[in-house]
């Protein structure tokens, strides 16, 4: 059975990524690419659905863990009977093969090890022909070929259709693994040596973390989480992942299951938003180079989600022969919600266009011409409803989230051209929508009776989403109404301290069945707002709790179960850790993302 979701850690090479659990196994790896057909999902499944355990023979869970320094780079510790180990996990960031690499080091006394390789590609289904040659086992399934081997060599040998390797390691000894994804149709893939990768790859995160430019009270937190987020980058195109996984439900049982291994222009934005903040120009160019190419095009055809690598065509479908997270199925691949309209990404797309722009990314004519087309399409749609910020199943609303990020790209549009007159448009066109859009919100989407802002027009559901309020300059702080739906949204939303998203009633809203739990980045939104309407003590103890809530190594979930006392969602999640990043920047009073009216 797969360990609980903050069992795991992260290790990846800036394509694809592993978890890897406080039992030495892999459980989750897709090959070459994050949203590739995995290799081992045991995560999904069981262990005949592929996964690589390296652990003690007779040791059940590590004694500790944790990532060398400001790294990617895992170092697990079993304490034995006989002795103590030490098996440090690293994907070096590649050449042109994705390397999974794991080192054995004996710490003290003598401890025996056994290395267990159960390889199931295309998802847990495919048992591939394994043959030896050249000191590698080699694994070869259609497309696909997989090859291990060990420094210095060891003895392996299979049984039940996995790949065992059995040693002992003493104090002062250090025995490496290597396995490595390939084409099969191509040649052997050069052979990396694991020692030398594992001294590159410590230099090059460390090179990159200490590129940080926040140094205040949770520096610590702060630089995980966007190591974290930069681990979610795919490198080649610039795309980042929303997450490592799918399926890992919002409901334990239930089936709230979706793909996160793609791109989201909003959850990209946001990420943007952090790494700016957090001095990482570069990320914030490769992004926007990315996003000029996926959107080529008319902007009518704006999707909500791309591929990785800025493809359109994500189907969704289910995979019946995985049962499921702890019995949480439907297991998916793919995300029909790319086909939603949702009208909030172009403000936040804008938006941190906007901010990128005023730390110091270049202009370019081509990116200023892309964003007055968006502007264009978004004057002709704003007035309609969409299925909105949490992607609803259910029917088409006003919402009133959508309709305030509309305000905001209309806002950033005109203080674009008002701060740089060589970058042309029609300021008081959007002058005018600006003030349509703000006054239609607070006359249709505000309840006077409670004073608070609702989910959507005339209805009395609250979304968490209104919190941003605020943070967008739509309305100042110390505006009553402000502070209303502050307070409204903390009273009815409350779930165990945090915050839900909005109340899940029987998927009227958003036409499924079943809970969830709090949602990390709605809780993260409402220390910023205690802390933006003055109440920065408050804000603070919330901030506290929720940095309580990340893993032993620093990572935290989509959301928080606060009955179970256990995380949900998809994981890592970058939506968590960039309220995580906005939050410490908001509390230690620095600028970060959706930049404000001004």
């Known amino acids: 059975m797969p360990g609980l979701i903050e069992d795991y850690a992260l290790i990846g090479d800036l394509q694809t990524a592993a978890l890897v659990g406080r039992d030495g196994s892999i459980d989750w790896l897709c090959l070459p690419r994050f949203d590739s057909a995995a290799v081992f999902a045991a995560l999904l499944g069981d262990r005949d659905n592929g996964r690589w355990r390296l652990a003690p023979v007779d040791s059940a869970e590590c004694g500790s863990r944790a990532y060398r320094g400001d790294t990617l780079v895992l170092d697990t510790v079993w304490e034995t009977p006989t002795g103590t180990v030490k098996v440090t996990d690293f994907m070096p960031q590649r050449d042109k093969a994705p390397d999974v690499i ?80 390939h084409p099969s149709h191509e040649r052997q893939p050069r052979r990396v040596e694991p020692f030398r990768a594992l001294e590159q790859s410590l230099a090059d995160w460390s090179q990159w973390s200490d590129r940080c430019r926040y140094d205040g009270p949770w520096r610590g937190a702060v630089l995980r989480s966007l190591i974290t987020l930069k681990a979610l980058t795919y490198a080649p195109s610039g795309g980042i992942a929303a997450a490592a996984t799918t399926s890992l439900p919002e409901e334990i049982g239930g089936v709230r299951n979706w793909d996160y291994r793609y791109c989201w222009l909003r959850d990209a934005a946001l990420t943007l938003n952090a790494l700016v903040s957090g001095g990482y120009l570069d990320e914030a160019k490769a992004w926007r180079d990315w996003l000029l190419r996926a959107v080529a095009g008319d902007p009518a055809d704006l999707q909500i989600m791309y591929g990785i690598a800025g493809e359109r065509r994500l189907p969704e479908y289910e995979v019946p022969w995985l049962k499921g997270y702890e019995g949480s199925a439907p297991v998916r691949v793919g995300n029909a919600a790319a086909g939603q309209l949702q009208l909030d990404v172009y403000g936040e797309v804008l938006d941190s266009l906007f901010l990128a722009r005023e730390r110091g990314l270049d202009d370019e004519t081509h990116a200023w011409n892309l964003q007055r087309a968006l502007m264009d399409f978004l004057e002709s749609k ?108 903390r009273r009815e939303l409350d779930h165990g301290g945090f915050v839900r998203r909005y109340t899940p009633d029987s998927g009227s809203v958003d036409g499924l069945p079943g809970s969830e739990g709090a949602f990390l980045a709605c809780s993260f939104w409402l220390a910023d707002a205690l802390h933006t309407t003055g109440r920065t003590e408050e804000a603070a103890t919330l901030f506290e709790k929720l940095l309580g809530l990340r893993n032993d190594v620093g990572l935290l979930a989509e959301e928080w179960d606060p009955v179970a006392g256990r995380l949900l969602g998809n994981f890592p999640q970058a939506f968590s850790h960039i309220g995580l990043v906005n939050t410490a920047l908001t509390l230690s009073g620095a600028q970060h993302g959706l930049g404000g009216a001004g």
């Open 382 to 489: 704003w007035h309609e409803p969409d299925e909105g910020l949490w992607e609803v199943r259910g029917p088409r609303r006003h919402f009133v989230h959508s309709k305030v990020m509309a305000w905001v790209a209309a806002d950033r549009a005109v203080r674009t051209v008002e701060a740089r007159p060589r970058l042309k448009g029609d300021a008081a066109r959007w002058r005018s929508m600006r003030a349509q859009v703000h006054a239609e919100v607070c006359e249709k989407g505000y309840d006077p009776h409670r004073n608070t802002f609702t989910q959507s027009y005339g209805s009395a559901e609250l979304d968490a989403a209104t919190l941003l309020i605020p943070q967008v300059g739509f309305l100042p702080p110390t505006d009553k109404r402000v502070v209303g739906t502050v307070e409204a949204v």
């Open 102 to 181: 794991r080192i054995v080091e004996g710490v003290s006394g003598e401890v025996a090890m056994r290395s267990e390789l159960t390889l199931r590609f295309d998802y847990g289904t495919v048992v591939p022909w394994v043959r030896r040659t050249d000191h590698h086992r080699v694994a070869v399934a259609g497309p696909d070929s997989v090859w291990l081997r060990s420094e210095p060599p060891l003895p392996m040998y299979g049984k039940d259709m996995r790949t065992y390797g059995d040693f002992t390691v003493a104090a002062g000894e250090r025995i490496a693994f290597v396995l490595t994804w």
